[in-house]
Structures are given as C-alpha cells and as structure tokens.
C-alpha cells in the first residue's frame, strides 16, 4: 500500500529536522530504533576499500574478490579454506575491534529513555557499546556464533576461542584441519549463525529476544512512540522500515525518523508524522548531543 506513493518530508534544513527530533527524543514515552548496515558504515566498519585490502589481500588475488560481502558467499572447494576466510571475517568485525562512535553516541542520548533496539546488523556493536542486552533484538543472527549447517537442534555456540585459534595458525589462506567446527550432535559441519536461508537457526535467546521487543510494543501501543530508523536501507525493508511505516500509520501519536545518508523518503501516508535527515548517522547524533 506504501510503495507508490514515497515522498521527501520536507524541504527543512537538516538543522530544523535534527532540532524536531531533539524535540521527540525529550517528549516520547518510548523510543524503537530500528538499525541497518549503515549504522556500522558510519562507525567507519567498511567492508570494502582499504580495510578490506589490508585483511584479504590474498582471497583478492586469487578470487577477485572486492569486498567481505562476496566472500562470505564464495563456494570453497575446502572447508580449511572457507573458515580461514571466516575466522578472519569474524575477528575483525566483531572481536578485535573498538566500539564504534554512532554506537556510544546514541547509548548516551537514549539511556534514560524507555528504548528498545531491532537491528539486522549482527556485529555485536550495540552490546559493546554498552546498550542493556534485554533491550535488544539481533534478528539476523551473530558473527559470534556457529550453528549446525544441517539446523538438525535449535542451539547457537560461542566460536570466539576457537576463531583466534583459527586465525593464529592458518597458513596459505587455509586453517588446520583439526580445527573444523563439528556439530556435536549430528557430526556435520558447523556454519555461521546468519540468516540466508531457512536453515537459520533460532535459538533460545532468539526467541526470548523476539518475546521481548513484541511485548514492548505491545505495552506502548497507542502511546507517543518514536520509530528512530538508522541507516536501513532497501535489502530488508521487511524487518524494520516496512513495520516501523505500518506502525506509525496505526498511531496518531506515533513520529517516524529516518536518518540515512541518501535513502530518506517515506509513504505519503504518514508524511506528517515523519522526519527525514539526510546526512551520516555519525554527523546527526554528534549534532544532538553537542
């Protein structure tokens, strides 16, 4: 119902857009943030470019590969060579690596808020941050954790000690043997716990999660809700930004924020009830701190 008719909001400087949302940040009863990749891409997380260079030089050389995304997806013809290539992903996107600006600037504007936060983003930055677990919902998994390739049981496993010992001993962009990740039910070969096919698997703190964030909703309904959308763009607008529109359309009271750095347009049918800032998300939470 939404898709044809998608507008700007307004003409209003990115000034007198930030200044309404400092407005509905103070007066809301509860905040929704809903974020996409572009959240870690302003936290300088680039998965091309030159960080891609200095980790995968060598999956350049020989694969062509351009960026982390496309080789997270190459069939390997070894599975020594896909967990080299995984182990290094995981470490660098989610162990070894800082907590991200927008991330510690949003925690301090919302923290004594009545928040919550839906991401697809599965690179643990909101938990580094500091963001209360109970208070977030991963929907698309976890770099930190391994499933049975197979979903043969509904249990995730914590891969961290293993990863570093991947990445330590590799050699010929390929890891020993021995350390294949092995399901320890059925024998088959672990995977990373990401959704990219039905064979996700949600496990118990999945579904707690997802319990948590309905009755959030549930509680508020009605309520002056602000429906703060960061850098989501159009690969999984069911997740967030498609919800998040519905919502504000069935909620009089309900403000619907997009902040996007080139995606900024929403349903004509809740224009009102819209704000949309054009800029980095880093540049926009800056701003209302400072």
């Not at 643990?124 to 979903?151: E, I, M, N, P, V």
């Not at 064979?199 to 509680?219: K, L, M, P, T």
Request: net charge negative.
């Amino acid at each position: 119902m939404f898709l044809r008719n998608l507008i700007t909001t307004s003409t209003a400087s990115c000034s007198e857009q930030i200044d309404r949302l400092k407005n509905e940040i103070e007066n809301a009863d509860a905040i929704v943030i809903g974020a996409g990749a572009g959240m870690s891409a302003s936290a300088g997380f680039a998965y091309d470019g030159e960080r891609f260079e200095t980790y995968f030089a060598d999956f350049r050389k020989k694969y062509g590969f351009s960026d982390m995304y496309s080789g997270g997806f190459y069939p390997y013809d070894t599975l020594e060579e896909y967990w080299a290539w995984w182990s290094r992903h995981i470490l660098i996107n989610r162990y070894d690596v800082s907590v991200g600006e927008p991330y510690s600037a949003l925690l301090k504007i919302v923290q004594d808020k009545d928040y919550f936060v839906l991401t697809t983003n599965v690179d643990h930055q909101f938990q580094l941050a500091g963001f209360d677990k109970k208070r977030l919902f991963y929907t698309q998994g976890d770099y930190g954790l391994w499933q049975c390739s197979k979903a043969c049981h509904n249990k995730t496993y914590d891969n961290e000690e293993t990863v570093r010992r991947m990445v330590a001993t590799q050699k010929n962009m390929k890891i020993p043997s021995d350390l294949i990740p092995q399901c320890p039910v059925c024998g088959a070969p672990m995977t990373m716990n990401l959704r990219c096919d039905d064979s996700f698997v949600q496990d118990d703190g999945w579904y707690a999660a997802a319990n948590r964030y309905e009755d959030f909703i549930r509680r508020h309904k009605g309520l002056h809700i602000l429906f703060w959308e960061l850098g989501v763009g159009a690969n999984t607008p069911v997740i967030i930004k498609y919800p998040f529109w519905q919502m504000t359309a069935q909620n009089g009271h309900a403000t619907y924020v997009c902040v996007n750095n080139g995606e900024t347009r929403v349903p004509i049918e809740i224009a009102d009830q819209s704000i949309c800032i054009n800029d980095d998300i880093k540049n926009v939470t800056k701003n209302i701190l400072y």
